[in-house]
Protein backbone atom coordinates (compact mmCIF):
# COMPACT_ATOMS: atom_id res chain seq x y z
CA UNK A 1 0.00 0.00 0.00
CA UNK A 2 2.72 2.38 1.00
CA UNK A 3 4.66 1.80 -2.24
CA UNK A 4 1.27 2.41 -4.65
CA UNK A 5 1.19 5.57 -2.42
CA UNK A 6 4.37 6.62 -3.42
CA UNK A 7 4.10 5.97 -7.15
CA UNK A 8 1.06 7.93 -6.80
CA UNK A 9 2.25 10.89 -5.32
CA UNK A 10 5.27 10.72 -7.64
CA UNK A 11 2.81 10.91 -10.79
CA UNK A 12 0.95 13.87 -9.25
CA UNK A 13 4.21 15.61 -8.82
CA UNK A 14 5.11 15.19 -12.10
CA UNK A 15 1.95 15.83 -13.73
CA UNK A 16 1.86 19.11 -11.36
CA UNK A 17 5.47 20.36 -12.67
CA UNK A 18 4.67 19.08 -16.37
CA UNK A 19 1.78 22.41 -16.17
CA UNK A 20 3.66 24.24 -13.90
CA UNK A 21 7.44 24.45 -15.47
CA UNK A 22 5.89 27.12 -18.37
CA UNK A 23 5.11 29.69 -15.68
CA UNK A 24 8.63 29.14 -13.41
CA UNK A 25 10.45 30.15 -16.93
CA UNK A 26 12.60 32.95 -16.79
CA UNK A 27 11.67 33.83 -20.51
CA UNK A 28 10.02 36.94 -20.89
CA UNK A 29 7.16 35.19 -22.83
CA UNK A 30 5.52 33.01 -20.25
CA UNK A 31 2.95 31.54 -22.76
CA UNK A 32 5.21 30.18 -25.10
CA UNK A 33 5.96 27.38 -23.38
CA UNK A 34 2.38 26.34 -22.96
CA UNK A 35 1.81 26.44 -26.35
CA UNK A 36 4.32 23.73 -26.68
CA UNK A 37 2.96 21.43 -23.98
CA UNK A 38 -0.16 22.42 -24.94
CA UNK A 39 0.44 21.00 -28.62
CA UNK A 40 2.33 18.12 -27.06
CA UNK A 41 -0.27 17.10 -25.18
CA UNK A 42 -2.99 17.44 -28.21
CA UNK A 43 -0.85 15.16 -30.27
CA UNK A 44 -0.30 12.60 -27.61
CA UNK A 45 -4.16 12.92 -26.85
CA UNK A 46 -5.11 12.26 -30.28
CA UNK A 47 -2.32 9.86 -31.12
CA UNK A 48 -3.74 7.48 -28.39
CA UNK A 49 -7.10 7.81 -28.89
CA UNK A 50 -6.75 6.72 -32.33
CA UNK A 51 -4.82 3.91 -31.93
CA UNK A 52 -7.39 2.56 -29.03
CA UNK A 53 -10.09 3.36 -31.89
CA UNK A 54 -7.73 0.97 -34.59
CA UNK A 55 -6.65 -1.73 -31.99
CA UNK A 56 -10.73 -2.09 -30.54
CA UNK A 57 -12.54 -1.44 -34.32
CA UNK A 58 -9.94 -3.51 -37.05
CA UNK A 59 -9.02 -6.92 -36.87
CA UNK A 60 -4.92 -7.31 -37.59
CA UNK A 61 -4.39 -7.83 -40.91
CA UNK A 62 -7.90 -6.56 -42.42
CA UNK A 63 -8.05 -3.19 -44.51
CA UNK A 64 -10.48 -0.78 -44.81
CA UNK A 65 -11.77 -0.11 -47.36
CA UNK A 66 -11.12 -3.41 -49.44
CA UNK A 67 -9.33 -0.71 -52.56
CA UNK A 68 -8.37 2.91 -52.70
CA UNK A 69 -5.15 5.07 -51.95
CA UNK A 70 -5.51 5.85 -48.13
CA UNK A 71 -6.46 2.59 -45.93
CA UNK A 72 -6.63 1.83 -42.44
CA UNK A 73 -5.26 -1.46 -41.06
CA UNK A 74 -4.31 -2.89 -37.61
CA UNK A 75 -0.70 -3.37 -37.74
CA UNK A 76 2.34 -3.41 -34.95
CA UNK A 77 5.62 -1.89 -35.69
CA UNK A 78 8.34 -3.13 -33.22
CA UNK A 79 11.03 -1.14 -34.85
CA UNK A 80 11.65 3.00 -35.22
CA UNK A 81 10.09 5.81 -37.31
CA UNK A 82 8.47 3.83 -40.56
CA UNK A 83 9.36 0.56 -39.59
CA UNK A 84 13.45 0.30 -39.29
CA UNK A 85 14.30 -2.31 -37.23
CA UNK A 86 15.53 -1.68 -33.70
CA UNK A 87 16.22 -3.26 -30.50
CA UNK A 88 13.23 -2.95 -28.29
CA UNK A 89 15.93 -0.72 -25.91
CA UNK A 90 17.36 1.37 -28.58
CA UNK A 91 13.00 2.22 -29.48
CA UNK A 92 12.31 3.17 -25.67
CA UNK A 93 15.60 4.72 -25.04
CA UNK A 94 15.74 7.14 -27.85
CA UNK A 95 12.48 8.80 -28.16
CA UNK A 96 13.28 9.77 -24.22
CA UNK A 97 16.53 10.94 -24.89
CA UNK A 98 15.58 12.57 -27.91
CA UNK A 99 12.72 14.69 -25.73
CA UNK A 100 14.83 15.17 -22.83
CA UNK A 101 17.43 16.73 -25.24
CA UNK A 102 14.64 19.16 -27.25
CA UNK A 103 13.55 19.93 -23.71
CA UNK A 104 16.66 21.18 -22.03
CA UNK A 105 17.65 23.22 -25.05
CA UNK A 106 14.51 24.47 -25.54
CA UNK A 107 14.79 25.85 -21.63
CA UNK A 108 18.28 26.27 -21.31
CA UNK A 109 18.27 28.31 -24.36
CA UNK A 110 15.71 30.78 -23.86
CA UNK A 111 13.52 32.25 -26.68
CA UNK A 112 14.69 30.00 -29.52
CA UNK A 113 11.67 31.06 -32.04
CA UNK A 114 8.30 32.57 -32.21
CA UNK A 115 4.62 30.33 -31.85
CA UNK A 116 5.88 27.82 -34.96
CA UNK A 117 8.67 26.59 -33.23
CA UNK A 118 6.51 25.85 -30.12
CA UNK A 119 4.22 24.29 -32.67
CA UNK A 120 7.09 22.21 -33.91
CA UNK A 121 8.67 21.07 -30.67
CA UNK A 122 5.08 19.93 -29.47
CA UNK A 123 4.14 18.14 -32.27
CA UNK A 124 7.78 16.22 -32.00
CA UNK A 125 7.32 16.04 -28.05
CA UNK A 126 3.68 14.60 -28.42
CA UNK A 127 4.13 11.79 -30.86
CA UNK A 128 7.72 10.69 -29.50
CA UNK A 129 5.69 10.24 -26.20
CA UNK A 130 3.26 8.47 -28.27
CA UNK A 131 4.90 5.82 -29.92
CA UNK A 132 6.71 5.52 -26.55
CA UNK A 133 3.97 4.92 -24.52
CA UNK A 134 2.83 1.93 -26.74
CA UNK A 135 6.29 0.42 -26.80
CA UNK A 136 6.41 0.44 -22.94
CA UNK A 137 2.57 -1.12 -22.84
CA UNK A 138 2.46 -3.38 -25.48
CA UNK A 139 6.30 -4.04 -26.73
CA UNK A 140 5.25 -2.95 -30.40
CA UNK A 141 3.86 0.55 -32.16
CA UNK A 142 0.47 0.51 -33.51
CA UNK A 143 0.09 1.53 -36.99
CA UNK A 144 -3.14 1.92 -39.02
CA UNK A 145 -2.59 4.22 -42.04
CA UNK A 146 -1.84 2.37 -45.43
CA UNK A 147 -1.47 4.56 -48.19
CA UNK A 148 -1.03 3.43 -51.75
CA UNK A 149 1.33 4.94 -54.01
CA UNK A 150 0.69 3.27 -57.20
CA UNK A 151 0.29 -0.18 -58.12
CA UNK A 152 0.92 -2.45 -55.38
CA UNK A 153 3.77 -0.22 -54.15
CA UNK A 154 2.68 0.94 -50.38
CA UNK A 155 3.95 3.73 -48.38
CA UNK A 156 5.52 2.39 -44.99
CA UNK A 157 2.16 1.82 -42.61
CA UNK A 158 1.92 4.77 -39.98
CA UNK A 159 -0.24 6.86 -37.14
CA UNK A 160 -0.84 10.04 -35.94
CA UNK A 161 2.37 9.90 -33.59
CA UNK A 162 4.65 9.65 -36.59
CA UNK A 163 2.60 11.69 -38.77
CA UNK A 164 3.22 14.55 -35.36
CA UNK A 165 7.34 13.80 -35.90
CA UNK A 166 7.38 14.44 -39.86
CA UNK A 167 5.77 17.45 -40.01
CA UNK A 168 7.11 18.71 -36.77
CA UNK A 169 10.81 17.99 -37.70
CA UNK A 170 9.98 19.50 -41.46
CA UNK A 171 8.33 22.33 -39.99
CA UNK A 172 11.20 22.88 -37.60
CA UNK A 173 14.02 22.51 -40.75
CA UNK A 174 11.65 25.30 -42.40
CA UNK A 175 11.32 27.89 -39.72
CA UNK A 176 14.83 27.84 -39.12
CA UNK A 177 16.38 27.51 -43.13
CA UNK A 178 13.39 29.30 -44.54
CA UNK A 179 12.61 32.36 -42.48
CA UNK A 180 14.55 35.82 -41.80
CA UNK A 181 15.29 35.80 -37.99
CA UNK A 182 13.16 37.80 -35.91
CA UNK A 183 14.70 40.60 -33.96
CA UNK A 184 12.79 41.18 -30.27
CA UNK A 185 15.76 43.54 -28.67
CA UNK A 186 15.23 47.15 -30.12
CA UNK A 187 18.49 49.39 -31.16
CA UNK A 188 19.13 52.21 -28.59
CA UNK A 189 19.81 55.48 -30.46
Excluded at 53 to 61: A, D, F, I, K, Q
Aim: net charge positive.
Amino acid sequence: MAKRLRVYLALCRFYVWWWLLPFLSIRRDRRAPLLLFSTAFAALTVDQLTKLWVRTSLEPGKFWPEHGILRLTNSTNQGIVFGIEAPLAFSIAMPVVLVAIALVAYFWYGPIGGRLVNVCLGLFIGGSLGNLIDRVRFGAVTDFADVRLWGNVHWFTFNVADACIVVGIILFVLSIFGLPPRRDVKERK
